[in-house]
Each structure stands twice: as C-alpha cells, then as structure tokens.
C-alpha cells in the first residue's frame, strides 16, 4: 500500500485519541478502498517510516487546537499552518506532527502528500472515552477521513 489514513493521539487522553479511533473505526473499508489505516498513537516520530518515497498520499487524522468550537474539524496541509506547540525536545511521549513533516524535508527524501484532518478537542485530560462532543460525530470523522482519502485515489 502507498496510501495511508493514520492516526495519531494518545487514547488514554480523552479527545486526544480522536485520531487513532478514527483509524480504527475506517480500517475495515479502507482496503477495498485502496488505503491502508495506521494507528501512530502519541509516538509521533513513528510517522518518518510513512513520510518517505514509496509513499503516495498521507492523511494524518489527530486531535488539533484550532479555536474552533469543540468538535468542528478542518481539513489542511501542513504547509498552510504554523505550529505553536512549545516542547523542550522531541521524543517519543511528546512530538507534534508538523515538526515531524518538517523533520522528514530536512532528512531529503521525496515527501508524499500530507494533509491533516484537525479535529477541535472538547477535553484532553487523562480518561479513556471521548467527550461527549467528540463522540457524537465520530462517524462523521470517519467519513469525512474517507472522503478525503478518495479524493486522492
């Protein structure tokens, strides 16, 4: 597969693992779809393996402030935001995705197409369900990750 719908977000962090449940939920239609779904979690640096030239298309599905309302989501490139995520260093608990993506520019090799699927968090807090805003729409992340990945079929 060169196609990959992952997911990222550490599920033990309420709307923070909003992206992995979504991966999870697309995984059964995604092979017949042409698309693999990945679940990264909050190891963020797993996502250099994705990023390189065997590669096609990336949509990265995370838990993204955004000042949106709670729950509303969007639907853009890493080249069209800055992060404001301050971190003292990288490491495998703690990275953000836009510095990854930059991270694998500066390694040199061909990037696919990235793009992000943000989705507002209600809560990032430590628990392991979804806020109720969060949860209510998963099915449209869901199709709407979907749509997305056709789009680039």
């Not at 990959?4 to 550490?10: A, D, R």
């Not at 509303?72 to 510095?99: N, Y």
């Amino acid at each position: 597969m060169s196609r990959f719908l992952i997911g990222v977000g550490n599920e033990t962090m309420t709307d923070d693992g909003v992206g992995p449940r979504v991966a999870d939920a697309a995984a059964e239609r995604a092979r017949a779809l042409g698309f693999e779904t990945v679940l990264i979690g909050h190891d963020t640096v797993s996502l250099l393996a994705y990023l390189d030239a065997p590669t096609r298309r990336v949509l990265l599905v995370d838990c993204v402030r955004m000042g949106l309302a709670p729950g509303d989501w969007l639907v853009f490139s890493p080249d069209a935001v800055e992060t404001r995520k301050p971190l003292a260093r990288m490491t495998t608990h703690e990275g953000d995705v836009l510095r990854i993506v930059e991270m694998a520019r500066q390694l040199g090799g061909r990037l696919p197409q990235v793009t992000i699927l943000g989705i507002e968090p209600a809560d990032v807090a430590p628990g392991l369900e979804l806020s109720p805003a969060l949860a209510g729409r998963l099915d449209e992340y869901v199709e709407a990750a979907i749509a997305e990945m056709r789009r680039s079929a």
